[in-house]
């Protein structure tokens, strides 16, 4: 399973329906809004399509990536609400699928 390729797949269609396939069930989901790590594919799921349907517009485009065997950092950006909005997906994955998903974005108000 490339899982990344499936990632990259899923954000170009703004389709999360491919997310449970894609996540491990043990996942744990890092999120910029809640303190505490997010546990379990319900969960995660649930922030990943939320995402979605907030930065998954038109202007949502990966500027750069950093990828290992088992890992990458994708920089992204994308216009909200007349907001420009940079972040982080922070991904590792493993035979399972994706395994942590840590998201970082700027600025604060975004």
Known sequence: M???AQWRRLV????PSGLDALLADEVVFHS?????PQRGRLLT???????MHVLGNASFR???ELVGAGD???EFEAEVDG???NGVDMIRWDSQGIV????MVRPAKA
Do not use: C, G, N, Q
């Not at 910029?32 to 505490?36: C, E, M, S």
């Not at 942590?100 to 998201?103: E, N, S, T």
């Open 2 to 4: 490339d899982t990344l």
């Open 12 to 15: 170009a269609t703004r389709d």
């Open 32 to 36: 910029p809004v809640v303190h505490t």
């Open 45 to 51: 799921r649930m922030y990943l399509t939320a995402a």
């Open 62 to 64: 990966y500027v750069r």
């Open 72 to 74: 990458a950092v994708l």
């Open 83 to 85: 907001i420009t909005v």
């Open 100 to 103: 942590d998903f840590k998201v």
